[in-house]
């Protein structure tokens, strides 16, 4: 780009400033307005349903979606929902509420934010957290307002004495940030307020998610008291064909080191990601870049792709994320909602819909070329039995079952060496594959020379149901490609859920390192890490046979050559403190 400061600004004047604001609301999920009760057949043995999750965060009931406002205060975490109080479909929003000491159990409280001003009336939708100095909490969230705009609101606690933040109070002046005919903002695409930081001029920044046709904003807004705030004369940054960022998160990473940073960080030896949920696809992509905070501008680093096939958090079912910096931990922390493969009629049966992973570690690594995710340290407080295996080849066209464990609701890492066969792998002869295209072309039951191989998670006795995470290993311009693969072809019967396979191509070379592949299995849910946390795929699946007791857990190899395993562990997961 020959002039990036000129483009954006030509970008935001002449096509946000001279564009139509459009007025008609447009929600990214469906309305099913006769599911909007709680079905009759909910009753507390559903929470011991086959199909709930043992230690992901879920309410006893209902639909939930986006995380929001995560953040510590006072040595207490405090996880905010997207929440349906009336349904398990989407609907009637609020804040659900719940705090924890750990980030695995959890204690819920009354909702926080709810619809009681003419700036929310319509619905409460996204936001984020920022501690102001001195340690208060302000939270900013999207509204639709009574003339079906979306529009940004101010909340903050009641009573800073209490820990728990129990109650939220909104400012009386709301909404602070609105579309206005002067500022020709869409009115139905201006969404998902960032958390804020402070720029070298001491005042608050925040990005706004918005589009201008298929051009994604992230529409900045700066303010010196947290209440008043005037929109910048051009956007942090957009990109063209990516259509509108939901959930934008901006935040700034350390080039050495995996320690987390505080939102208003600045330096020499820190780069910044600007991270967008794109609507269209449902998924979150990222990029990794410098920040002029002077000018208020945001370049991608060479190479970054932007849009759909850039990089991503998480290759399956992972969306809305925010992240939070941990004061107590140092650390950045990544929650996701991993929606649902089942079907609406399903889901309302079953009396809810919507999980969240497991809070991740984020940060960059060594190449800074992309980040780097692991399931917090705490989550191991839930390992129960072990079961350890010594290094073994796993011949090709064999599997081998782990046994010792709960097979439903286990933590399972094993590593694998194949530089003794790299001969034998397979060529990519097409100039270029897109790697979820070709997982499922390449399926856990397509032999292939080197792969797959991997864990078959939730199998039935006869296999008639599985859901494989595997690798296979390519030769590509004389270089070894790694296709990690999260296989949903048959995992389950039933015809109604979504099956799709998921895939993605791992940045490692297995000539020189081994593949590591570790997967948090629970009920419902598989959230599958590569190398040390460079890939990661969440899988949900709903299989009809491959339930309770009746599961199993295999480490497979369907290639033609052989593996060594030079590592297993596992463990039986217990259930988390969460209802």
Same mark, same amino acid.
């Given at each position: ?56 965060? !879920? ?87 009574? !003339? ?205 819909? #919507? ?203 369907? #290639? ?20």
């Amino acid at each position: 780009m020959a002039s990036p400061s000129i483009s954006l600004s030509f970008l935001f004047i002449c096509v946000l400033f001279l564009g139509k604001g459009v007025h008609q609301l447009e929600a990214s999920h469906h309305i099913f307005a006769r599911y909007q009760t709680s079905p009759k057949i909910f009753h507390k043995s559903l929470i011991n349903q086959a199909y709930r999750t043992g230690y992901h965060f !879920q309410p006893p009931k209902n639909w939930i979606n986006d995380p929001n406002g995560p953040m510590v205060y006072k040595g207490i975490y405090h996880f905010f929902y997207q929440y349906n109080p009336k349904g398990a479909v989407w609907g009637n929003i609020v804040w659900g509420h719940s705090t924890s000491t750990d980030l695995v159990n959890w204690t819920p409280h009354k909702p926080a934010i709810f619809p009681s001003q003419q700036a929310d009336i319509k619905g409460c939708w996204s936001g984020s957290a920022t501690i102001l100095p001195g340690g208060k909490p302000m939270m900013l969230y999207t509204g639709v307002d009574s !003339q079906l705009r979306q529009v940004q609101n101010l909340a903050m606690p009641k009573n800073l004495s209490d820990p728990y933040l129990t109650e939220w109070i909104k400012y009386r002046k709301n909404p602070v940030m609105a579309p206005t005919p002067k500022n020709k903002i869409n009115a139905s695409a201006f969404r998902d307020p960032t958390t804020a930081w402070l720029g070298p001029d001491k005042m608050w920044r925040v990005l706004v998610g918005s589009r201008v046709n298929k051009l994604g904003l992230a529409i900045l807004y700066k303010s010196k008291d947290f209440e008043h705030w005037t929109l910048a004369e051009k956007p942090l940054h957009s990109a063209e064909a990516t259509g509108i960022w939901e959930c934008p998160d901006f935040f700034p990473v350390k080039i050495d080191g995996n320690k987390g940073l505080d939102t208003s960080a600045r330096g020499k030896k820190v780069k910044y990601v600007l991270k967008n949920s794109l609507d269209e696809t449902k998924h979150d992509y990222y990029t990794i870049g410098t920040y002029d905070a002077v000018k208020d501008e945001y370049f991608p680093d060479k190479g970054m792709i932007e849009g759909d096939s850039g990089l991503r958090y998480d290759y399956g079912k992972f969306y809305a994320s925010k992240t939070f910096f941990d004061s107590e931990k140092q650390r950045r922390v990544l929650w996701g909602w991993a929606n649902e493969s089942s079907n609406v009629k399903d889901d309302v049966q079953k009396g809810w819909a #919507g999980v969240q992973a497991i809070p991740r570690n984020v940060w960059l690594d060594k190449s800074g070329k992309q980040l780097l995710q692991w399931p917090i340290k705490e989550i191991e407080k839930l390992r129960g039995n072990q079961v350890k295996w010594p290094s073994k080849i796993l011949e090709g066209g064999s599997k081998l079952e782990v046994t010792g464990v709960t097979a439903g609701q286990a933590d399972i890492e094993v590593g694998f060496e194949v530089s003794h066969e790299l001969e034998k792998v397979e060529v990519l002869k097409e100039k270029w594959y897109n790697p979820q295209l070709l997982c499922s072309k390449k399926s856990a039951s397509v032999r292939g020379g080197l792969g797959p191989f991997g864990f078959l998670t939730f199998a039935s006795n006869t296999l008639s149901e599985y859901t494989a995470i595997f690798f296979r290993i390519y030769k590509h311009h004389k270089k070894h490609k790694v296709l990690m693969c999260s296989d949903q072809s048959r995992s389950s019967l039933n015809k109604y859920n979504d099956n799709t396979t998921y895939g993605v191509f791992v940045d490692l070379d297995p000539a020189r390192e081994q593949l590591s592949l570790k997967s948090l299995i629970d009920r419902s849910i598989v959230e599958s890490f590569s190398g040390g946390g460079k890939a990661v795929i969440t899988s949900r699946v709903y299989p009809t046979q491959a339930i309770d007791n009746q599961i199993k857990l295999f480490v497979f190899n369907n #290639g033609t050559s052989s593996v060594k395993i030079t590592y297993l562990n596992a463990w039986s997961m217990k259930k988390a403190q969460i209802s």
